[in-house]
């Protein structure tokens, strides 16, 4: 089993930073890439950004290329993803979720609760 906690987020005027953390935990050796995504009530879910564990590959939507950086830190036998957000705007304005897809699948099987970012002046 994986087990994901996200951590970070909050409240920021526009043009401002924050982060969000993922720690993994479980079979985290099973682990072939994390992404994070976002959802916004009334809009579908976006995935904005992620990351291959094994080489450390990203990837980002256009929305957010630029501004945001995902990196991933396996030291000390564990496995957390960061997500920095910078030049924050207000449709970025979304409760972010970070999700973990085991190698062989297809889908992203496992996620976080999720935790807010309000893009706000």
């Not at 979720?97 to 496992?110: D, L």
Request: proline residues 2%.
């Amino acid at each position: 089993q994986v087990q994901l906690m996200e951590s970070g987020g909050g409240s920021v005027q526009p043009g401002g930073s924050l982060r969000v953390s993922c720690a993994a935990s479980g079979d985290t050796w099973r682990i072939c890439d994390m992404g994070w995504f976002r959802q916004d009530p009334g809009k579908e879910r976006e995935r904005v950004a992620h990351i291959d564990i094994g080489n450390g590959i990203s990837e980002y939507a256009d929305s957010v290329k630029g501004r945001f950086t995902i990196a991933r830190d396996t030291a000390r036998n564990t496995l957390n993803v960061e997500m920095e957000m910078s030049t924050l705007k207000a449709e970025d304005t979304a409760v972010y979720y970070c999700a973990a897809r085991i190698c062989g699948a297809v889908q992203y099987g496992h996620w976080g609760q999720g935790t807010q970012v309000t893009v706000s002046s």
